[in-house]
């Protein structure tokens, strides 16, 4: 009997892992633009194959790769008859992949675009398409919801109160894009202290900022709330001048999100780093967003302590040729070239 979601927040850090559309979007098997979840049909094997790339790296969760499989967007691209079999087929592959090892399933919900504050007609078809959407992950079996990347505070309101009408555990994190405030204007602060006040196992950020910027934003709300919190940042180098990754610029660029980002992702040491970080803060649901892939994970499974399946191949230098002791001695002189300070 795995255990659940809120035995292992207890126990310690849950690691969790996602950035699945960004990771599949650069393999070739998703578009970017309407970033919708179609290898899910089309191509079930890249995400199964993922999903075992995130357990074997020591993710706690597979989340099922529903991101965007929402009526709305669905109509967007011509595929709205998909929609329950995309959703269904998506549980089915984390489920499959999380038995393979002693991971949990998350259903996963996120922002509509549908939702307006001003218009409540609105509010019904946002809880709609979410009611449809859990609906076929709790039949094909999950353990709790992430409902994530929220604008608004009432949009995630309106998930919450779905996902509790399941009886499941909710996990609800906000999309910190702007400086301060939700797109309706709540301090992300009190957003969170809000959500957790309507009985949110966990709440907090994810996506947009980088390790930099969430961490202070972090540090408040885990003073705020007494539940558990959640940080799933993306891997780059977000700064006080750019603290998200949508703001992020670079001379001669005319974009840098959501194509041209490479040149500002984290290396592996700096996602361990901020593990280790987030879980000295006292955050609960450690994880990663767009950009994360499965040297990250690893990494940060290895700086909470872990020993996880793909620590097999976890880097052994002091073997490698040049940089290894025995290199050094035998090829002084290609290292000094490599060492040369330009
Ligand atoms: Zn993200």
């Keep these: 009997m795995t255990r659940s979601i809120t035995e292992r927040l207890a126990a310690g850090v849950v690691l969790g892992a996602e950035g699945y559309v960004f990771e599949l979007e650069r393999r070739g098997y998703i578009k970017a633009g309407p970033y919708v979840p179609e290898v899910v049909l089309d191509f079930p094997d890249a995400v199964r194959e993922l999903h075992r790339e995130f357990l074997r790296a020591g993710s706690d969760v597979m989340v099922a790769l529903t991101y965007y499989a929402h009526r709305e967007k669905l109509r967007h691209i011509g595929r709205e008859d ?29 922002n509509t675009w549908a939702y307006d504050p001003g218009d409540p007609a609105t509010h019904d078809a946002v809880r709609a398409q ?9 039949d094909e079996g999950i353990d709790f919801v992430i409902s ?39 301090d992300y602060v009190e957003a969170c202290r809000i959500l957790a006040g ?53 001379e001669g660029v005319e974009r840098v999100f959501p194509l041209a980002l490479e040149p500002f992702g984290c290396t592996r040491f700096e996602m361990a780093s901020f593990a280790a970080a987030a879980r000295d803060l006292g955050v609960g649901y450690v994880g990663i967003c767009c950009g994360g892939a499965p040297h990250h994970v690893r990494a940060m499974a290895e700086a909470l302590g872990r020993d996880v399946p793909a620590s097999k191949y976890s880097p052994a230098l ?7 002791t025995a290199g050094a001695k035998h090829a002084a002189d290609v290292l000094a070239a490599w060492n040369v300070v330009g």
Excluded: K
């Design 130 to 138: 979410y009611a449809e959407q859990l609906g076929w992950a709790v």
């Design 318 to 324: 002091e073997l490698h040729p040049i940089l290894g």
């Design 82 to 110: 998909d929609l329950e079999a995309m959703n269904r087929q998506a549980v089915r592959l984390a489920r499959e992949v999380a038995r393979e090892g002693d991971a949990l399933v998350a259903g996963n919900v996120c």
């Design 148 to 186: 994530e990347t929220n604008d608004y505070l009432g949009e995630a309101l309106i998930a919450l109160e779905v996902i509790q009408g399941l009886g499941l555990p909710a996990m609800v994190t906000l999309a910190s894009t702007q400086p301060e405030r939700t797109r309706d204007g709540y």
């Design 198 to 250: 309507h009985g949110a196992t966990i709440v907090g950020l994810n996506c947009d900022r980088g390790p930099y910027t969430m961490l202070p934003l972090l540090a408040r709300i885990r003073e705020t709330v007494d539940c558990a919190v959640a940080a799933q940042p993306v891997p780059y180098r977000t700064t006080d001048a750019a603290p998200t990754m949508e703001s992020l610029h670079s």
